[in-house]
């Protein structure tokens, strides 16, 4: 499990033991729940992006989506 809302990773990361009880040997679950390393996360993606917009030659917008 994912969630994209920093706020969330507490959260996910209290019931993650209950989710994995409730699929006992018919599924795994994880979760990511650490947010040092999805805000630290962040900053790389960008670059890795910005990197390659370079190679193919464009630009990534800077201007807010809405």
């Given at each position: ?53 370079k190679s193919e030659g464009t630009q990534i917008s800077r201007k807010p989506l809405?």
């Amino acid at each position: 499990m994912f969630s994209g809302h920093i706020g969330n990773f507490p959260f996910l990361k209290d019931m993650l033991p209950r989710l994995r009880e409730a699929v006992l040997g018919r599924s795994e679950v994880d979760a990511f729940v650490d947010p040092e390393a999805w805000l630290n996360g962040a900053g790389r993606w960008r670059t890795l992006a910005e990197t390659q917009r370079k190679s193919e030659g464009t630009q990534i917008s800077r201007k807010p989506l809405l």
